[in-house]
């Protein structure tokens, strides 16, 4: 029991002498150094918070020091937040709010200590300076003089769209079920007149599932920016319909005049980023819709458009539109009628363009590629079925889709699918366009994979190189030894995505015009 009692006292005192501080320090005598002098926020909403910024503080002496005190400029009313070398925010060291002062920070020698930064801004313009920008800075008192370390945020001001406490919450079946079989259902509620409009004064920042109410029409003017925050969408009803009307940018400002719609987090680590918003909902009914020169992009699901398979119309037509960084499809139509020029979707979670229920379908001079960057993804670039729907009203499956000049690629062996339901139609036809799929599929003659078959597929290539300028950062351009140059067939699309005047002789598949790269004209003019 004696040796019992000694080994228990033996392990208190090691315990305690683990926990003290059992090193001297001396007061910072201010010559700490910064892994960087000024914090940079990239753009930001108001209302918005940040990414969390970090830099290193640095002892570079042979002493043990303590930093008596390190707080921000602007006080405990600043917008801005510290954590320091992850200390919690509520301490004893804290002196003041939480994050914004704190007291004896100690730094071994030799040693660094972290700092994170982060900013939340819900401030009047008078509190910006000229530039719109948000400034403070970290300040690190010592014996003999004050450092410090320059925060800068560039604030944009916003028009915000949001539920207030009058509007009348509506509520959307989907074809998702929940684990106890039942349809999920989600809510909206309806834009204001005055919210129809969106013009390029401001952007616009959406809070939630924001409803385009039938018999409405939301217009989207040239140079718009429309965000969402966090699991926010558009869905337009039955009867309402959207017309977003970007048009063509000079070359010197490829943005001016484009719409561009993304989620609230614009800061240059959220830039590429998939899932950070919800989805453009077009529901059944909603017919005459319209999308021209725009980007949309970092959505869950970019464009979901539903239909009953009878449209005589189409309910979607896309002009000059760029779709990337999906986290689950870039577009996906059930039982539609889309028409589309100069459409480009690439990194997709699952399919670029997933048509499901049939429908009917023309595209021209488009580039439906998936060569997605982030994760693992089990569907092709495209993939087209006329397949019923246990979960859908539609009566009518029958698939009529045409592609013309047209690119279909991945970094997948194969980046079409097709699944047929002989119940009803599926009429398809590839005209002039580069078609990546396995040669494997090609099994007989009454195959939808018989790509000798010229009715299906006419004058189309097979899994030749693209070669896109960069597919990681969406740069789908094409260059002169692209395997679509020159594939193509004279349309009415005789302008590019990026009005380029196509070739009138032999144009090239895609959405591109085919040109030489800045590295490659650098090449040509040494």
């Not at 320091?84 to 071994?108: H, M, Q, R, Y």
């Not at 989805?279 to 909603?286: C, E, L, N, P, T």
Request: hydrophobic share 35%.
């Amino acid at each position: 029991m004696k040796h019992l009692h000694f080994i228990l006292a033996l392990l208190s005192i090691i315990l305690w002498s683990s926990c003290r501080k059992d090193f001297d320090t001396v007061i910072n005598k201010g010559n700490l150094e910064f892994s960087k002098d000024t914090i940079f926020f990239d753009t930001l909403f108001t209302r918005v918070k940040s990414s969390t910024q970090q830099f290193k503080i640095y002892n570079r002496s042979n002493e043990d020091i303590t930093i008596p005190k390190v707080s921000l400029e602007r006080g405990i009313n600043s917008k801005y937040q510290l954590n320091i070398d992850g200390l919690p925010l509520v301490d004893s060291d804290v002196t003041t709010a939480s994050g914004k002062e704190f007291s004896n920070i100690d730094i071994l020698a030799k040693d660094s200590i972290f700092v994170f930064v982060e900013v939340l801004v819900d401030v009047d313009n008078d509190d910006l300076d000229d530039n719109s920008n948000y400034d403070d800075a970290i300040i690190f008192t010592s014996q003999n003089e004050i450092q410090k370390v320059n925060l800068i945020s560039h604030i944009n001001d916003a028009y915000y769209i949001f539920q207030s406490d009058n509007d009348i919450l509506k509520s959307f079946k989907t074809t998702n079920r929940d684990d106890s079989g039942e349809f999920i259902s989600i809510s909206g509620f309806d834009l204001e007149a005055d919210e129809l409009k969106m013009t390029n004064e401001k952007a616009y920042v959406i809070y939630g599932n924001a409803v385009v109410p039938s018999g409405e029409t939301l217009i989207v003017d040239a140079g718009s920016r429309i965000h969402f925050h966090e699991d926010s969408s558009l869905f337009v009803e039955a009867g309402a319909n959207i017309i977003i009307n970007g048009s063509q940018s000079p070359a010197d400002e490829p943005l001016l005049n484009e719409v561009v719609i993304e989620s609230d987090r614009i800061a240059e680590d959220f830039d590429n980023l998939p899932g950070q918003w919800g989805f453009i909902w077009i529901q059944k009914g909603s017919t005459g819709n319209s999308i021209t020169n725009t980007t949309i992009k970092n959505s869950s699901l970019s464009i979901l458009i539903d239909g009953d398979g009878n449209e005589s119309t189409p309910s979607l037509e896309l002009k000059n539109v760029q779709i990337y960084n999906s986290q689950a499809t870039g577009i996906q139509a059930n039982a539609t009628h889309i028409i589309a020029e100069n459409l480009v979707i690439n990194q997709s979670g699952e399919a670029s363009l997933n048509i499901e229920q049939g429908g009917t379908y023309n595209f021209n001079h488009c580039t439906l590629v998936n060569y997605y960057s982030f994760g693992f993804r089990s569907l092709t670039a495209v993939n087209l079925n006329n397949s019923l729907s246990t979960d859908s009203d539609v009566l009518n499956t029958d698939l009529n889709a045409i592609f013309t000049n047209t690119i279909i690629s991945g970094n997948n062996s194969t980046e079409l699918t097709l699944r047929k339901n002989n119940d009803a139609a599926f009429n398809f036809k590839f005209e002039n366009s580069l078609i990546f799929a396995r040669e494997s599929l090609n099994t007989g003659t009454d195959s939808e994979y018989n790509f000798e078959n010229t009715d299906l597929y006419n004058n189309c290539v097979f899994n030749i190189d693209p070669s896109f300028k960069n597919t990681d950062l969406n740069k789908l351009e094409i260059d002169e030894e692209s395997g679509a140059n020159s594939i193509a067939i004279i349309t009415t699309a005789i302008i590019d995505i990026k009005g380029i005047e196509r070739d009138l002789t032999l144009p090239d598949a895609g959405a591109y015009e085919s040109a030489i790269f800045e590295n490659e004209l650098e090449e040509v003019t040494e």
